[in-house]
């Protein structure tokens, strides 16, 4: 997984209001969790994992 999306895993949590950390600190956006960056950094990591197991680079 590159370190980018490390990044954005460990920045953007689900607050206690269901809401994103990380966009709120950020950007002061109230953005429902998973954000588009979530959202973006798990598909980059599961594809990265696919591309390892199927001998792959991604």
């Known amino acids: ?3 980018e999306a490390e ?3 460990v920045a953007h949590l689900p607050g206690t209001d ?3 950390t990380g966009c709120r600190v950020w950007w002061s956006r109230l953005t429902p969790y998973p954000c588009w960056q979530v959202n ?3 598909s980059r990591q599961a ?3 696919t591309a390892a197991l199927l001998g792959g680079r991604a």
């Open 1 to 3: 997984m590159s370190n």
């Open 7 to 9: 990044r954005i895993l």
């Open 18 to 20: 269901g809401l994103c």
């Open 40 to 42: 973006w950094a798990t």
């Open 47 to 49: 594809r990265s994992l």
